[in-house]
């Protein structure tokens, strides 16, 4: 019941509510998100996001207050890093940082706080490999997606980790960042005895591995190949590879507990 609710509080209110907020603070004109020519965002999107805000936290109360709090904190953080007041987004280490942190990490100590009940200190001490290497992963997607918006953040102010990085410098970076996470994950998978699950999840991101190289090959001869449709194909196919992945694990893990 509870992997139910946080799954339906996090995807169909939090998540969009963030993103409603975040596209009427950044009033973008050029493509954004997933739409190519986005509408303009009204004070209507405003309100929603508000709403769609409290009706999370109050369902996340059918969990537990703890759980309600982790969202709220949640919320707090990604709405510093687009409101005109903070705008975390402006600072291109802070803003990547809370990023990565919050939608990584965090989101998976709240998720598996929700689910198992477990006292948080206990958690991190049996998941301690699995914390970095959600955020690393996070961190080898997150300025991928930013490297086609460099003139319409600029254009507001924004200074970004991939602005800063360049195009080119975008794409090492973020490799480096998923050689880490894999090694993370290695590490997490050996801890708790399930390496066919590690070797699960790079045969599921070998069709992402490949286009990530073929993308970049392209972007490192001309940078115009870093553009919204193949960002948008990117996350399409990491997307797809690692539900996939998610999804065959959820289903080898339920025979292995069947079978123990």
Not at 21 to 43: F, V
Not at 196 to 218: D, E, G
Request: glycine share 6%.
């Amino acid at each position: 019941q509870n992997t139910a609710l946080s799954f339906v509080i996090l995807h169909l209110f939090i998540y969009p509510a963030s993103n409603g907020y975040n596209s009427y603070m950044d009033q973008d004109e050029g493509s954004i998100g997933g739409l190519k020519h986005p509408p303009k965002a009204t004070r209507k999107l405003f309100y929603a996001s508000l709403l769609f805000d409290c009706i999370g936290l109050l369902l996340g109360l059918f969990i537990n207050v703890t759980f309600s709090l982790c969202l709220l904190a949640y919320i707090l953080a990604s709405r510093a890093y687009s409101y005109k007041g903070i705008r975390l987004k402006k600072y291109p280490y802070l803003g990547f940082v809370t990023v990565i942190f919050f939608q990584g990490a965090f989101t998976y100590l709240m998720v598996f706080y929700a689910i198992t009940g477990l006292p948080f200190q206990e958690i991190i001490s049996i998941q301690s490999f699995a914390f970095p290497a959600c955020s690393l992963l996070l961190a080898g997607v997150y300025p991928l997606t930013q490297i086609y918006q460099h003139e319409e953040d600029y254009k507001n102010g924004d200074i970004t980790i991939s602005y800063k990085l360049g195009y080119r410098g975008t794409f090492i970076f973020c490799l480096s960042a998923f050689l880490l996470s894999i090694i993370c994950f290695y590490y997490f998978f050996n801890t708790v005895n399930r390496l066919s699950n590690f070797l699960l999840l790079q045969l599921c991101f070998i069709p992402a591995v490949v286009y990530f190289f073929y993308w970049f090959r392209k972007v490192w001869q001309n940078p115009n190949a870093a553009d919204f449709e193949h960002t948008m194909k990117m996350n399409l196919i990491a997307s797809a590879c690692l539900n996939i992945c998610f999804i065959l694990m959820l289903l080898t893990n339920q025979h292995f507990i069947k079978n123990m």
